[in-house]
């Protein structure tokens, strides 16, 4: 059962076709023989299978192709993968979007991913199949004509709105860039730049302002941390350290052992 040459539990069941009885022989003849069988028609099923999956990721490609996916464009990816606890049918399930850096082949694209540390600018590409990703829709500018007649509007500005509700506090902070976040005593910070190419400080996060580089940083961060759960076995290098400082402490031990005892 276990070695160079392992078998299923219905082969391995299976009796040996040499014997001196020809009536046993023969029924175990018989028995091979649909075991044979069978396996030839599960792989005929298999290949199937695998035949009518193509031929439904293929119908559902746009006929031009153009419209397909292509080298620069942004996608969403589909996984299927979320935390422990929490329920599949509320997560959000399409991450992203990502760059397409390569087509290698037709069907599968290469994606560009970027680490989300500060310091470490490192990226790895990962190649995912075409069934799991969608273009990012690039909706059209609004219109911007203005209009030669205003529509009535039976609303009366002054009684509802001051007369400053439409200007910016100069006290209010702006947020002009951001780029790490940490936990300090429970408090949520986040480096930020508060002038336009102004020096970076840290700023806890109830004392900023609403904006959407706020929002942007945060569902990049979740994004990514999502996608690293399929690839970050590939990353982490082994860590033998351990295993080193054990055979120090064997050695250490061994030699304490020789010494005389009192």
Known sequence: MHGWDPFTTITASLPATKSGDHEANRWRSQLHQQHVFCKAMAHDLLCQAVKRRAEAHNAQLPPAVDERIKV???????????????KKKL?????????????????ASVLEIQ??????????????????LKPQRVFQLRPTERMDSQPPV????GLYLPPDSFEPD???????????VRY???????????EPDGAWTWVAAISLPASTLVYEFERDLLHLDRLNMMVQTDFVPPNNDEDEDETKSEAGGGEEDDLPRA
Not at 115 to 132: C, I, K, P
């Open 154 to 157: 039976d609303f009366d500005k």
């Open 91 to 107: 997560a959000h399930l399409w991450h992203g979007p990502f760059c397409v850096l390569d087509k290698k082949h037709d069907y």
């Open 170 to 180: 100069p006290d209010e902070p702006q947020v002009f860039g951001i780029r790490a």
């Open 72 to 86: 620069g464009d942004l996608v969403w990816v589909y996984i299927d993968q979320v935390k422990s606890g929490v």
């Open 184 to 194: 300090t005593d429970h408090i949520k910070e986040y480096e930020v730049q508060l």
């Open 115 to 132: 680490g989300r540390l500060a310091l470490r600018n490192h990226r790895f590409h990962a190649e995912v199949h075409d069934s799991r």
